[in-house]
C-alpha cells in the first residue's frame, strides 16, 4: 500500500515560490506528525526541514525559517510544503514523510520515529 503520494515538484527562478503536496492514506495521516526531508544532490543523506506536530506546532530548519511553511487540510489528508523565496541551493529532492507521534519523536527535526516516506519530488531553483 502506498501511503505518501508527492507531487509539486519543478524549476523555478530564484525568489519563486513552490508549493508541495503529499496526498497521505488515512493511517498515515490521523495521529502522527508530518515532516518535509530535503536532499541535496549527489547526497545520500537527508535532512529534515519541516514539522508539523499533531498539536499544531511547527518546527523549520534554520535555512529555510522564514521562507518556508508546512500546512496540512484534514479535510483531504494532504499536506504542504510552501516554500517562498527559493534560493538554488534549495535545489534538491523533497521527500515528505510521517512519524509517530510518540516520546520526542515529534519535537526533534530528524528521521527518529519515522514510518513511510513519499518517493521524493524534485525542485530545482535556477539563479
Known amino acids: 500500500q502506498v501511503h505518501l503520494a508527492e507531487s509539486g515538484g519543478d524549476s523555478v527562478q530564484a525568489g519563486g515560490s513552490l508549493r508541495l503536496s503529499c496526498a497521505a492514506s488515512?493511517?498515515?495521516?490521523?495521529?502522527?506528525?508530518l515532516a518535509w526531508f530535503y536532499q541535496a544532490p549527489r547526497k545520500s543523506e537527508r535532512d529534515a526541514v519541516a514539522?508539523?506536530?499533531?498539536?499544531?506546532?511547527?518546527l523549520y530548519a534554520d535555512s529555510v525559517k522564514g521562507r518556508f511553511t508546512v500546512l496540512r487540510d484534514n479535510d483531504k489528508n494532504t499536506f504542504y510544503l510552501q516554500m517562498d523565496n527559493l534560493k538554488p541551493e534549495d535545489t534538491g529532492t523533497y521527500y515528505c514523510?510521517?512519524?509517530?507521534?510518540?516520546?520526542?519523536?515529534?519535537?526533534?527535526?530528524?528521521?527518529?520515529?519515522?514510518?513511510?516516506w513519499g518517493q521524493g519530488t524534485p525542485v530545482i531553483v535556477s539563479s
Open positions: 514523510a510521517v512519524k509517530r507521534d510518540e516520546r520526542w519523536y515529534c519535537s526533534v527535526l530528524n528521521p527518529q520515529g519515522l514510518l513511510y
Open positions: 488515512r493511517t498515515a495521516f490521523e495521529g502522527n506528525c
Open positions: 514539522l508539523l506536530g499533531t498539536d499544531g506546532s511547527a
